[in-house]
């Protein structure tokens, strides 16, 4: 049987959120260096206090990740070609997958290749593709590779991952990134086992938040799914209360971003992948999903560019 977690209601916010800003916020990220431009939308470099913001926050998650026995793993921001086949994302959200490419001709071919390239046209025709796809969630590589070691233990299994993302979804807003860091924790197991995870993390994930000094609240929500037949997934996605996202405000108030997501996979990845547990049942699986980048721009939105100017409380929760 498949649990549906309990309803919640959004939490309500314990701090005032900042005021919107006139100027776009990426202008004034660019400005401060807090973040590179490249020239292509959702594609930046970050400035060593990004960075260190990122750490030190991900050094408050693994702390919990360690308390609770998660096994450590991070993958590289791509998987093989074959596993997004199987996984079924090419058949939910096309618009966003993203795949490896690389030149495989001969002399006669280079010199097309680069003919092509001085001459301005497209010279996509000369690349072809690899056993490689980019990795569009972390916990997208895991599954696999648990199905692969065999049965689930009684007790279920518990990972922390990190990878580098991509998504193909170029934009303006400085939140909605080609490529970004999740941080996620996967749970494995019975449904019971799982929903418990969501559960706890649904509590503490607000509460790390706010310890942060930054507004927020849960909400239900529902993935992309791409074309017609996608509406109806996202519906039953949200009628079951199978996603929820903690929501801070970034670009604007009245539009706050999605910065961590709770999901509950039921037996989905458990029935794909052939991942059973020790009774011969199929394994159910949830994860919570951190955005390391978009609570990196929620801090730096809420408290200033200047990191050393942040609140001394918390400036405390992050370097102690
Ligand atoms: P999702 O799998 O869509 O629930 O994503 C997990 C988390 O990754 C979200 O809660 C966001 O915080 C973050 N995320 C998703 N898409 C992007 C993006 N395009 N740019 C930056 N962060 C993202
Ligand atoms: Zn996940």
């Not at 518990?158 to 991509?166: E, G, P, T």
């Not at 706890?200 to 074309?227: Q, Y």
Request: with cysteine.
């Amino acid at each position: 049987m498949n649990a549906v977690p309990p309803a919640f209601t959004p939490a309500e916010p314990t701090v005032e959120p900042v005021a919107s800003a006139a100027k776009p916020f990426l202008d004034e990220l660019f400005e401060t260096g807090v973040l590179i431009p490249s020239g292509v939308d959702g594609l930046y470099g970050r400035s060593g206090a990004f960075e260190e913001v990122i750490d030190r926050f991900e050094t408050l998650v693994e702390r919990h990740a360690r308390e609770d026995g998660a096994v450590k793993i991070h993958f590289p921001p791509a998987m093989p070609r074959v596993n997004m086949e199987k996984s079924g994302y090419l058949k939910s959200f096309p618009q966003l997958a993203g795949s490896v490419h690389s030149f495989m001709g001969n002399d006669m071919d280079h010199c097309r290749l680069l003919s092509a390239i001085a001459e301005g046209t497209d010279w996509s025709q000369f690349q072809q593709p690899t056993d490689l796809v980019l990795t569009p969630a972390a916990c997208y590589p895991l599954y696999p590779t648990v199905a692969a070691k065999g049965p689930v233990p009684a007790d279920g299994l518990l990972f922390d991952l990190k990878s580098y993302c991509f998504r193909h979804e170029p934009s303006k807003e400085p939140t909605r990134m080609q490529f970004f860091r999740m941080r996620e924790n996967v749970r494995i197991g019975t449904a019971e086992q799982v929903s418990d995870f969501r559960e706890r993390w649904l509590e503490r994930g607000p509460k790390l938040i706010r310890s942060l000094e930054l507004p927020c609240a849960l909400d239900v929500a529902n993935d992309p799914f791409f074309g017609r037949g996608g509406k109806l997934m996202a519906r039953n996605q949200r009628d079951q209360q199978l996603k929820f996202e903690l929501l801070i405000p970034v670009n604007s108030v009245e539009n706050p971003t999605a910065c961590l997501s709770f999901n509950y996979h039921q037996d989905h990845f458990g029935t794909l992948w052939g991942m059973e547990r020790e009774d011969g049942e199929k394994a159910h699986s949830a994860c919570v999903g951190f955005g390391l980048e978009r609570i990196a721009l929620a801090l730096f939105r809420q408290h200033g560019s200047d990191v050393e100017a942040w609140p001394k409380s918390v400036r405390k929760v992050l370097w102690g």
